[in-house]
């Protein structure tokens, strides 16, 4: 039996969208070079100064709408995020203030896109200790904080946004979901195909010295759109295996929103059909640790997702990390 529950979902992304079109304006790239390698159309993006804590903030109050829960009630606060607002403070101290918050168990994780996955499967064990714990999981980026503009490999794919969960050990109301299984996984020798090295202890910068090309999200984008593919499918099948699951009984699937390439050789090889499979990154592009979260909120709301859903996640992303999850909505 399941001791953790979701029991609300809630998403924001800023108001101002980029579109491939203004994209061709600023690198040498096309409309029609973006939308068929990535299937990305437009992103949002946060104004200079939004900082990730906002956006998480806005996403935890709609969680908590959704489920009927005073952010008083909330007794561990967990940020997934891979541009958190800044070393220290952590990205979830200051989203518990934002909230008029203390006390409560606040910490970041950092498994980039991977990091909301990681995410449950800690609001888990903390439910498995605390039965009466509250947890509120949100996962936020603005990952144009650590976009190169001049570099047109990277640019074009990534989103800024925010996805909340609040969890609990029981039920409340017929619309919470179960979380039946999470399974993690990560491979520190692929680390080098995906960074943001600048400024950590293995890369100090200088006072004085300007801002390199290493502070920004580096990607070699073959080799993680391969091993992409391959972990989502395979962690995939392991979860539905080791629940007692056909894949023929998945409902919905969401996958990391990176690339709808990828997204679709996922969907081919568990042969899941096209219907089945939810995606939203035409909108929003790639928004890291907030892309799974985003997509669950809104395939909720827009009844992509229906009750009694099986509901499969898989998540691809940089450490390598990766994972998936079976919810029962
Ligand atoms: N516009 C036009 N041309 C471009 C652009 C662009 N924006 N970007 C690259 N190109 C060019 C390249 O220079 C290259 O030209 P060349 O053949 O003359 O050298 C050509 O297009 C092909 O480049 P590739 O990188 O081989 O293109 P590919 O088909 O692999 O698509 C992409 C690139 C979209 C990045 C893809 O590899 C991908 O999506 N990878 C996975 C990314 C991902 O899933 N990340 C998930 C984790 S993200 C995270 O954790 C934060």
Known sequence: PSSAYILGLGFHVPEKVLTN?????????????????TGIRERHIAEVGTSSSDLALAAARKALDAAGILPSELTHIICPTLTPDSYTPSTACILEHKLGLNGAMAMDISAACSGFLYGLE????????HPDAVVLVTAAEVLTSRTNWADRSTCVLFGDGAGA??????PRGDKSA????????????????????GGGSARPYALGESVCEDFFIQMQGRDVFKH????????????????????????VCISHQANLRIIEHV???LAIPEEKIFVNLDRYGNTSAAS????LAEALQTGFIKAGDLVLLATFGGGFTWGSALLRF
């Open 228 to 251: 992409a593919v391959r972990s989502m499918e395979s962690v995939s099948r392991e979860v539905l295996e080791r629940n007692g699951f056909g894949v023929e009984q998945v409902d």
């Open 267 to 269: 969907g081919k090889k």
């Open 122 to 129: 800690t609001a888990r064990a903390i439910l498995a200790l």
């Open 178 to 197: 179960t979380v039946m299984d999470v399974l993690l996984r990560s491979d520190g020798a692929l680390g080098d195909f995906l960074t943001i090295k």
């Open 165 to 170: 969960a609040v969890l609990a050990s029981k």
């Open 21 to 37: 079109r203004d994209l061709e304006r600023m690198v040498e790239t096309s409309d029609e070079w973006i939308t068929s390698r």
């Open 292 to 295: 799974i979260p985003i997509a």
